[in-house]
Nanobody, 128 residues
Framework: QVQLVESGGGLVQTGDSLRLSCAAS????????MGWFRQAPGKDREFVAV????????YYRKSVKGRFTISRDNVKNTVSLEMNGLIPDDTGTYYC?????????????????????WGQGTQVTVST
């Protein structure tokens, strides 16, 4: 079982950048795809980005594509989410998660059930 701890959230203004990090413990990190989800107040948790086990495939929800970049370091057991051009709609609690599979195809309809381990979340607030 992989344990996940997110960090890097904060209060920023529209147009600013943030880098979220997720530290993972456990032997299966390097063989698992990793993802980021977010949950805004009063809304369901939604998929943001995923990276496959090797880092060769990355997929994003449409609204963050071109602004967010997911990356991983399989030596340090970390996965990161670089967020640029932040807007108020990006506000929410961001969660790191371990996927049940090592890789996915493009346009896969990611859901929470595709992930098995979750961190406690880190808050991102974007003001106008």
């Amino acid at each position: 079982q992989v344990q996940l701890v997110e960090s890097g959230g904060g209060l920023v203004q529209t147009g600013d950048s943030l880098r979220l990090s997720c530290a993972a413990s456990g032997r299966t990190f390097s063989t698992s795809a990793m993802g980021w989800f977010r949950q805004a107040p009063g809304k369901d948790r939604e998929f943001v980005a995923v990276i496959n086990w090797s880092g060769s495939n990355r997929y994003y929800r449409k609204s963050v594509k071109g602004r967010f970049t997911i990356s991983r370091d399989n030596v340090k057991n970390t996965v990161s989410l670089e967020m640029n051009g932040l807007i108020p709609d990006d506000t929410g609690t961001y969660y790191c998660a371990t996927a049940r599979s090592p890789d996915y195809y493009s346009d896969y309809p990611f859901a929470e059930s595709d992930f098995k381990s979750w961190g406690q979340g880190t808050q991102v607030t974007v003001s106008t």
